[in-house]
């Protein structure tokens, strides 16, 4: 973190201020403070070939497995996604994430539209199946959460930048606390312990995607409270990639299906403002619904 900080460079552009490490860029709009990063290094591991080109304003990322399968990945010109799909060697194409109806109107008018006012979700389930803690949940338990429909009516799909910025959406969904996966302060590295700890979640997201290969999950990094807030951003987007990464490449989860996005300290498991290991966390969740807007109950 301390190489990191030495890295930033901040500038100012209207009422917004860029700070931008080597891999990350942190965006600060009025009170709000936003972490964005490219996930196209998550998908080359195991890659056959990888070819980058541009299209417009638009930059498209091919990546090509060993089956022969494409990865297509297309990003605008402010580097958030637009679209992903799985294009099978038979032609097939599985559209994953279609993500261009939320414009291009970043540049325009900044990141205020992606943050969605909701009143809290009902929640009508017990509890312990609403918040799955990964220490004591059974592999059932966290398979059926993973495939787990909305506890609240959706009133309309959501882009990926809502999802991402916006708990009240991402609320609808039930989450997993991996409450046996936590980080030492100022890390966010795995340790092998850590790494076979990531089994069950493993094994369940695989189970989810055979079964739906359009499945989308997301990885949520969290931090205590203790330091910057900048650097804890950062630090927790750093801990959501790792985690993600150790998934696909210990336990062979599609890296497609895994989106991921850092909190900081916005979202304390334990209300304290001194060092809390059961703060330093990631949290898996199910947002194919909110993408689509389907499987709502009533």
């Known amino acids: 973190m301390d190489q990191l900080r030495g890295e930033r460079r901040e500038v100012r552009q209207g009422d917004r201020t860029i700070i931008r490490e080597p891999d990350r860029v942190i965006i600060r709009e009025g009170d709000r403070?936003?972490?964005?990063?490219?996930?196209?290094?998550?998908?080359?591991?195991?890659?056959?070939?990888?070819?980058?080109?541009?299209?417009?304003?638009?930059?498209?990322?091919?990546?090509?497995?060993?089956?022969?399968?494409r990865i297509v990945n297309v990003v605008d010109e402010n580097g958030f996604l637009l679209r992903r799909s799985r294009v099978m060697p038979d032609g097939r194409e599985i559209i994953i994430i279609d993500n261009r109806r939320r414009g291009r109107d970043f540049a325009r008018g900044g990141f205020a539209g992606f943050f969605v006012n909701l009143p809290p979700p009902v929640v009508r389930i017990p509890r312990e199946r609403y918040i799955v803690e990964t220490e004591w949940a059974e592999p059932d338990v966290i398979y059926e959460t993973l495939i787990a429909p909305p506890v609240d009516h959706l009133d309309r799909a959501y882009s990926l930048d809502e999802?991402?910025?916006?708990?009240?959406?991402?609320?609808?969904?039930?989450?997993?606390?991996?409450?046996?996966?936590?980080?030492?302060?100022?890390?966010?590295?795995?340790?092998?312990?850590?790494?076979?700890?990531?089994?069950?979640?493993?094994?369940?997201?695989?189970?989810?995607?055979?079964?739906?290969?359009?499945?989308v999950f997301l990885i949520e990094g969290h931090t205590d409270a203790v330091g910057a807030d900048v650097d804890n951003l950062s630090l927790s987007d750093r801990r959501a990639e790792s985690v993600a990464v150790a998934l696909t490449q210990q336990f062979g989860v599609p890296a497609e299906n895994l989106v991921t996005q850092g909190y900081g300290e916005q979202y304390l498991k334990v209300p304290t403002e001194g060092p809390e290991r059961a703060n330093r966390r990631v949290t898996v969740r199910r947002i194919t619904p909110l993408l689509t807007g389907e499987a709502q109950p009533r």
């Open 33 to 69: 403070t936003i972490i964005r990063h490219n996930e196209f290094d998550r998908f080359r591991y195991g890659a056959r070939d990888v070819r980058i080109e541009r299209r417009g304003d638009d930059s498209v990322t091919y990546v090509v497995r060993p089956d022969g399968s």
């Open 163 to 215: 999802i991402r910025y916006s708990a009240p959406v991402r609320d609808r969904m039930p989450r997993i606390d991996l409450n046996t996966v936590t980080f030492d302060t100022g890390s966010w590295e795995l340790g092998p312990q850590e790494i076979d700890r990531l089994a069950a979640i493993g094994d369940g997201l695989n189970r989810a995607i055979a079964a739906n290969p359009r499945e």
